[in-house]
């Protein structure tokens, strides 16, 4: 009987686990939506050369105040860009000179400290096309990543995922 007492406590210890590493992810949201002109949530559909833009919606699930900063849209998020292949975009000229500068100096955009009471959210805004080469016609998909807030520990957040369409 000693066996299977000792399995079942490790099979509830690894579910106990991974439920409350499922609660962490949840007490801190992220959702993105296609947005035309960077302020309100629009249609996936762009022609070429036109901006391309997401609105990144943060929400706090959590009974506590959290805080975060806004830096940089560049830095502040990991951005998962792929074609309709599923092969990761390019990054854009632009985006990598960014990334090299960073190492030498590190120069902000911008300085936001954002506090989300629970249940709050917060928006914020990314040009994925300054960062990403979408710059011929086709379908993609966008998915956004950004370290929880540190009152909530380690790990980071992860948004739903987009697809776009760029048109000629």
């Given at each position: 009987m000693r066996p299977v007492a000792s399995v079942l406590?490790?099979?509830?210890?690894?579910?106990?686990?991974?439920?409350?590493q499922e609660h962490a992810k949840?007490?801190?949201?992220?959702?993105?939506?296609?947005?035309?002109?960077?302020?309100?949530?629009?249609?996936?559909?762009?022609?070429?050369?036109?901006p391309v833009f997401v609105i990144v919606t943060m929400t706090n699930n959590s009974n506590r105040t959290l805080h975060l900063s806004l830096i940089n849209p560049a830095f502040d998020y990991r951005m998962t860009v792929q074609d309709a292949t599923g092969?990761?975009?390019?990054?854009?000229?632009?985006?990598?000179?960014?990334?090299?500068?960073?190492?030498?100096?590190?120069?902000a955009a911008r300085f936001i400290v954002v506090t989300l009471k629970p249940n709050e959210s917060c928006r914020d805004t990314i040009e994925?096309?300054?960062?990403?080469?979408?710059?011929?016609?086709?379908?993609?998909?966008?998915?956004?990543?950004?370290?929880?807030?540190?009152?909530?520990?380690?790990?980071?957040?992860?948004?739903?995922v987009i697809n776009v369409t760029i048109r000629s």
């Open positions: 406590f490790c099979f509830a210890t690894i579910v106990a686990s991974a439920l409350a949840s007490m801190f949201a992220i959702s993105i939506a296609p947005s035309q002109n960077a302020t309100q949530p629009g249609t996936p559909v762009w022609n070429v050369g036109a092969q990761p975009v390019s990054e854009t000229q632009q985006y990598r000179k960014m990334k090299e500068s960073q190492e030498s100096h590190f120069e994925v096309s300054y960062l990403y080469n979408l710059s011929l016609p086709g379908e993609y998909s966008i998915q956004v990543e950004r370290d929880k807030p540190t009152e909530l520990g380690k790990g980071g957040a992860r948004s739903n």
